[in-house]
C-alpha cells in the first residue's frame, strides 16, 4: 500500500500520524483507515457517537467517522457543527504528534489587529479647507475627490472610512503625488 499527503497539510499529517499509530495489519477494505480507540475523535475533533456514526466505530480515509445507515442528514448536520462552529467556544484540539522524522507543521500566529487610532473630523476639514483655499493645493476638484474616494458630503462628519480616506488623500497630495496617484494611496490606506 502506498499513502501520499501533503506534509504541509496539518488534517493531513494528523491523519497520518494516526494511521502509523493505530493501523494493524487487516483484511479492511480501503476506505477504512483503523479502528478507534475509545475516546478517540475524528479529523474534525468529533468524539464517536453510536446515534449518527457507525458501528463498532471506524475511519474513513480521510480520518473522519464512518456515517452509520439511514443517518446522513444528521451525520453532515453534526459535521458542520463541530467545523463552523464559533471560534472562542470551539474546542481546542491537542495537536497529533508527527511521525518519527516528520517535522509538525506550526500553526501561524496572528498579531491581534489594532483598529487605527479615529481621526478627528473637524483637523481633517480644516486642512481640507486650507488645500481648497490654495491654488496649488489639491490636484483635483473636491467632487471628483468625493466621487472617485466614494465619499457622501451627507455622512462625511460621522463616517471614519470617509475621513480616513480623505485625510489620507491629503498625505498622498503632501508627497506630491498626482490625483490618481493620491486616489490609490488613499483606497489602499482602507
Same mark, same amino acid.
Given at each position: 500500500?502506498?499513502?501520499?499527503? @501533503?506534509?504541509?497539510?496539518?488534517?493531513?499529517?494528523?491523519?497520518?500520524?494516526?494511521?502509523?499509530?493505530?493501523?494493524?495489519?487487516?483484511?479492511?477494505?480501503?476506505?477504512?483507515?483503523?479502528?478507534?480507540?475509545?475516546?478517540?475523535?475524528?479529523?474534525?475533533?468529533?468524539?464517536?457517537?453510536? /446515534?449518527?456514526?457507525?458501528?463498532?466505530?471506524?475511519?474513513?480515509?480521510?480520518?473522519?467517522?464512518?456515517?452509520?445507515?439511514?443517518?446522513?442528514?444528521?451525520?453532515?448536520?453534526?459535521?458542520?457543527?463541530?467545523?463552523?462552529?464559533?471560534?472562542?467556544?470551539?474546542?481546542?484540539?491537542?495537536?497529533?504528534?508527527?511521525?518519527?522524522? $516528520?517535522?509538525?507543521?506550526?500553526?501561524?500566529?496572528?498579531?491581534?489587529? /489594532?483598529?487605527?487610532?479615529?481621526?478627528?473630523?473637524?483637523?481633517?476639514?480644516?486642512?481640507? $479647507?486650507?488645500?481648497?483655499?490654495?491654488?496649488?493645493?489639491?490636484?483635483?476638484?473636491?467632487?471628483?475627490?468625493?466621487?472617485?474616494?466614494?465619499?457622501?458630503? @451627507?455622512?462625511?462628519?460621522?463616517?471614519? /472610512?470617509?475621513?480616513?480616506?480623505?485625510?489620507?488623500? $491629503?498625505?498622498?497630495?503632501?508627497?506630491?503625488?498626482?490625483?490618481?496617484?493620491?486616489?490609490?494611496?488613499?483606497?489602499?490606506?482602507?
Amino acid at each position: 500500500m502506498q499513502i501520499t499527503f @501533503d506534509p504541509h497539510n496539518a488534517q493531513e499529517c494528523a491523519t497520518i500520524a494516526r494511521l502509523l499509530g493505530t493501523a494493524a495489519p487487516s483484511a479492511q477494505p480501503d476506505t477504512v483507515a483503523a479502528q478507534p480507540d475509545t475516546g478517540e475523535t475524528d479529523c474534525h475533533g468529533m468524539v464517536h457517537d453510536d /446515534t449518527i456514526h457507525s458501528t463498532p466505530p471506524s475511519f474513513n480515509a480521510d480520518g473522519s467517522w464512518r456515517a452509520k445507515r439511514g443517518q446522513k442528514e444528521a451525520y453532515e448536520a453534526a459535521i458542520a457543527a463541530a467545523t463552523q462552529g464559533p471560534a472562542e467556544s470551539a474546542p481546542t484540539a491537542m495537536p497529533t504528534p508527527a511521525p518519527q522524522g $516528520m517535522p509538525m507543521p506550526q500553526p501561524a500566529s496572528a498579531a491581534p489587529a /489594532t483598529p487605527p487610532a479615529p481621526i478627528d473630523y473637524k483637523t481633517m476639514a480644516q486642512r481640507f $479647507m486650507a488645500k481648497m483655499a490654495d491654488p496649488d493645493g489639491l490636484p483635483a476638484e473636491y467632487e471628483a475627490i468625493y466621487a472617485a474616494l466614494s465619499i457622501g458630503y @451627507d455622512d462625511l462628519e460621522t463616517n471614519q /472610512t470617509s475621513i480616513a480616506r480623505l485625510s489620507a488623500y $491629503m498625505d498622498a497630495v503632501d508627497n506630491g503625488d498626482d490625483h490618481d496617484g493620491c486616489v490609490r494611496h488613499a483606497m489602499s490606506a482602507d
